[in-house]
């Protein structure tokens, strides 16, 4: 079974501009997560969405923004672009079960220039 | 507010000893603690896990701790292994919050030879 897939691995943009980074789950999986991961901050929660639906959102400003389609793939979105928007995000997948680990792809690294 | 602490940024551990990584949570909603383990340019990878039901769970050479009067989980690695050098994140989940993780800044485990 494949694991997640992030697309593209390296982004490189400059101030102002916007990025859409794409996610694929694990096929069966339903709920897609993002995470923004910046060193010494640890992982931090984006949102979540499910039967594209936005089910949480963690906190972010409206800059950040997602979406998920009917077959479960979604992207997540970063408009007017900031220095400190660079990061890893790292996108995962579940069955939304209760107690069940989150999949992790290998991420987008994004740097702001 | 950091909800989930890892006070160890490292920890360097000989090879064949105990590794102990530390956790501490302040959030009392919190019933489902994950541990995940990093590589460099690689997305975490799911290690173990213990629901607030339960003091210990162990999987081959990790077992977990939770002391929930103290809001603190430990990850034992025993033996530890020059392979098992990596970042290692505490991730908790709310009751009923699905998907959404909050995870510590990571601790930095390196075993030497």
């Known amino acids: 079974k494949a694991g997640v897939t992030q697309t593209p691995r390296y982004l490189i943009k400059t101030r102002g501009q916007q990025v859409t980074l794409s996610c694929s789950p694990i096929?069966?999986?339903?709920?897609v997560s993002w995470y923004q991961q910046t060193p010494g901050q640890g992982l931090q929660f984006l949102f979540e969405?499910?039967?594209?639906?936005?089910?949480n959102k963690g906190n972010f400003p409206g800059r950040f923004s997602g979406r998920q389609f009917s077959n479960s793939r979604s992207e997540m979105n970063v408009s007017t672009l900031e220095l400190g928007d660079s990061a890893l995000y790292l996108c995962?997948?579940?069955?939304?079960?209760?107690?069940?680990?989150?999949?992790f792809g290998s991420g987008t690294q994004l740097s702001v220039l | 507010d950091q909800q989930v602490k890892q006070n160890s940024p490292s920890l360097s551990v000989q090879e064949g000893r105990i590794s102990i990584l530390n956790c501490d949570y302040t959030n009392s909603m919190f019933d489902y603690f994950l541990w995940y383990k990093k590589y460099p340019a690689e997305g975490p990878t799911f290690l173990i896990s213990i629901s607030s039901i339960k003091d210990k769970n162990e999987d081959g050479r990790f077992t977990v701790f939770l002391n929930k009067s103290a809001k603190h989980l430990s990850l034992h690695i025993v033996p530890s292994q020059p392979g098992d050098s990596a970042v290692y994140f505490c991730?908790?989940?709310?009751?009923?919050?699905?998907?959404?993780?909050?995870f510590g800044t990571g601790t930095r485990l390196q075993v030497t030879l």
């Open positions: 969405y499910f039967s594209e639906t936005q089910r």
């Open positions: 995962a997948s579940s069955l939304r079960q209760p107690n069940e680990k989150l999949f």
């Open positions: 991730a908790a989940r709310d009751t009923g919050t699905a998907s959404k993780l909050t």
């Open positions: 096929s069966g999986h339903r709920s």
